[in-house]
C-alpha cells in the first residue's frame, strides 16, 4: 500500500481515496485531534486563555453583545481585524488592529447600518476582503483594478438572517 506522507494528506485526510483513508485513521496519532495532524512548521506557539477581539463593555456599543466572525489581513505594518458586533438589534462591522497578533486594539466601528437603506437598515456584516491567502503569507490585501473588493451580508431585519442579501464592497 501507499504510504499517504505528502503534509496535505495528514491535514487533509479527504483527499485520500477510502483505503488510504482507513490506513491513515490507523496511524499513531491520527484523528487524534488538530494538534496532532498539523504540521510543526504551521503550529502557532501562542495558545491565548482569551479572546483576542470580546464584546464591548460599553451597553449602547455596536458590539455590546457579541463580537464574532473575526477576518485578519495585513496592511502596512499592521495587522488589521474586522470583525462583526451585535448590539441586541443587528450587525454592524468594526475594525482592530495588533503590531504582533495578540494585543488588538478597537478601533471602531467601519461599516454601520444605513437606517435609510432598505438593504442595509438593520444589519451589515462585512465577513471577507480579498487578499493573499497562502498559509506563509502575510495576509496582505489584493487589489482588482486598484480597489480594494469586500464582501458583505446584509439582513432586512433586526435580530435575524432570514431573507438576507451578499453584496461585494468596493
Same mark, same amino acid.
Given at each position: 500500500?501507499? *504510504? ?5 494528506? #495528514? ?18 496519532? !491520527?484523528?487524534?485531534? =488538530?494538534?496532532?495532524?498539523? =504540521? ?17 463593555? *460599553? ?7 457579541? !463580537? *464574532? ?12 481585524? #474586522? ?9 454592524? #462591522? ?20 444605513? =437606517? ?10 462585512? #465577513? ?17 483594478r486598484g480597489r480594494y473588493l469586500g464582501a458583505y451580508h446584509a439582513y432586512p431585519r433586526t435580530r435575524g438572517r432570514a431573507g438576507g442579501y451578499r453584496a461585494l464592497l468596493e
Amino acid at each position: 500500500m501507499r *504510504d499517504p506522507k505528502p503534509a496535505f494528506r #495528514t491535514v487533509f485526510p479527504l483527499a485520500l481515496n477510502r483505503r488510504e483513508f482507513l490506513y491513515w485513521l490507523a496511524l499513531p496519532g !491520527a484523528g487524534a485531534g =488538530p494538534e496532532r495532524a498539523v =504540521p510543526g512548521d504551521l503550529q502557532t506557539p501562542y495558545k491565548l486563555n482569551r479572546l483576542v477581539v470580546a464584546a464591548s463593555k *460599553d451597553k449602547d456599543s455596536f458590539d455590546a453583545q457579541f !463580537a *464574532d466572525a473575526p477576518f485578519v489581513f495585513r496592511h502596512g505594518r499592521l495587522f488589521y481585524l #474586522t470583525y462583526i458586533g451585535f448590539d441586541g438589534q443587528g450587525y454592524q #462591522t468594526g475594525l482592530a488592529s495588533s503590531a504582533d497578533l495578540i494585543h488588538w486594539k478597537k478601533e471602531g466601528l467601519i461599516i454601520r447600518r444605513n =437606517p435609510t437603506s432598505a438593504v442595509t437598515r438593520y444589519n451589515v456584516a462585512l #465577513t471577507w476582503i480579498l487578499r493573499e491567502n497562502s498559509v506563509f503569507s502575510p495576509g496582505r490585501l489584493k487589489k482588482v483594478r486598484g480597489r480594494y473588493l469586500g464582501a458583505y451580508h446584509a439582513y432586512p431585519r433586526t435580530r435575524g438572517r432570514a431573507g438576507g442579501y451578499r453584496a461585494l464592497l468596493e
